[in-house]
Structures are given as structure tokens and as C-alpha cells.
């Protein structure tokens, strides 16, 4: 039943650019891609959202591909404060609202001096 | 403005009681969502509100759990009795005009002995 796969752990150095993949094969044509970032005892932040090729915002890039069965969520140059659970939602062949806000566990990213 | 408020922050009660959570959604914004956040199973969406109106609630465990949204300023979520089960951070978040982005609140976490 799993509508996105991520991986479940990353580990970074602090200024190094991280790239966070998630697969999603059986998105719909009218759903969008939408990331979140959840801290520690925090109720999780949104990032991001796309639904095709680029966006760009102050904290991150989504690059989403023509096929749109995968997107990155791209972090420049991260910091031991980017140390976080990250989520990928998308909507699944269902249609419902929770197949959309499916979170499921996220990628938790570790970030090393 | 001052974010999604929940409360209590923690809750430790015994099995069998009475628990309710309450939220404070952000002024003005029309859904408010409910989830709950465990180890085993993740962040999972419970039920969510639009414009007061329950409008998907099949995330909700089974019949003990039971939300409601009387105005657009306040919402409960009530767990009658508690099972050690349900033992979780339960998460509110809120949103004008899409679902996707969503702000939460800190989370009241829960522990049923």
C-alpha cells in the first residue's frame, strides 16, 4: 500500500548539498508533489511543493522529472539545524484525501560536523 | 499569530478513562486536520475537517475515537475509553484553502498506563 518510497536514513556533512529522492510511481495526473520537515518533539514544517520540472524556494529545490514517477528535494550547503525527518506526499490512483496526506515515516537525515 | 495551539501538552492517564485533546486552529483557516504520530506506524492522518464539517474521518482507529469541531476556532479529539494502544503524539494542523500546506501544531502526547 505504500504510495511514496524513501530511503530511511541519509547522513551529510555540514556544507555539503543533499539530495533526498522519492519514488512514486503510481501518482495521479492532477496530484502534486509536497515535502515536509519534521524536528524532534515538532509537529512537521512544509517545504516545498511542485508538480513538475522546478521550484525553487529560500529552503530548498524540488526537481520533479517529465514522467513525474520521482522527485528530489534538493538542501544547498546543509547545516547541523537541517537534522530532520523529511516526508514526501503525493496522492495515489484512489483519489482520496488520505492517500494524498499519506506521510508515511519519512527520511530521517542526519547532519555531521 | 500565534500557530496551532493544542492541549494538554502531555497527558498520562490510565486505561479505561476518558481522554480529550483539544486545538486551536490558526484564524481563518478552513481545514483542520487531526493525526497521530507512533514509532510502529508513523504519522498517520485521522480525520480532517472543512469548514467545520467532518469530511474524511476513515483514518479513524475504531469507534472509541470520535472528533468533533464546533466552530471554526476549536476542535477535540476524544478517546473513550483509552487502551495503552493509543499511547502517541497526536498532532493538529490547520489550512486555508488546500490540503497540502498544512501548519501543525506542537502535539499532545499521549501515555495510557
Known amino acids: 500500500l505504500a504510495k511514496t518510497t524513501q530511503p530511511i536514513s541519509m547522513d551529510s556533512y555540514e556544507g555539503q548539498e543533499v539530495n533526498i529522492t522519492c519514488s512514486h510511481n503510481n501518482i495521479a495526473t492532477n496530484d502534486y508533489i509536497t515535502w515536509y520537515q519534521q524536528f524532534p518533539s515538532q509537529g512537521p514544517r512544509f517545504i516545498i511543493q511542485g508538480y513538475k520540472t522546478k521550484v525553487t524556494n529560500e529552503v530548498a529545490s524540488l526537481f520533479i522529472p517529465a514522467d513525474r514517477k520521482s522527485s528530489t528535494l534538493s538542501l544547498p550547503r546543509v547545516s547541523l539545524s537541517d537534522t530532520a525527518v523529511y516526508y514526501c506526499?503525493?496522492?495515489?490512483?484512489?483519489?482520496?484525501?488520505?492517500?494524498?496526506?499519506?506521510f508515511g515515516r519519512g527520511t530521517q537525515l542526519t547532519v555531521w560536523p | 499569530d500565534a500557530g496551532v495551539i493544542q492541549s494538554p501538552r502531555h497527558e498520562v492517564t490510565e486505561m479505561g478513562q476518558e481522554v480529550t485533546l483539544r486545538c486551536k486552529p490558526i484564524?481563518?483557516?478552513?481545514?483542520l486536520f487531526w493525526y497521530r504520530q507512533t514509532m510502529m506506524r508513523g504519522l498517520e492522518l485521522l480525520i480532517y475537517?472543512?469548514?467545520?464539517?467532518?469530511?474524511?474521518d476513515s483514518g479513524m482507529p475504531e469507534d472509541r475515537f470520535s472528533a468533533k469541531m464546533p466552530n471554526a476556532s476549536f476542535s477535540t479529539l476524544k478517546i473513550q475509553p483509552s487502551e495503552p494502544r493509543d499511547s502517541a503524539v497526536y498532532f493538529c494542523a490547520s489550512s486555508f484553502g488546500t490540503e497540502y500546506e498544512q501548519y501543525f501544531g506542537p502535539g499532545t502526547r499521549l501515555t495510557v498506563t
Open positions: 475537517f472543512n469548514n467545520n464539517v467532518p469530511i474524511d
Open positions: 506526499l503525493v496522492g495515489d490512483e484512489r483519489g482520496s484525501t488520505l492517500g494524498r496526506l499519506y
Open positions: 484564524s481563518g483557516h478552513d481545514y
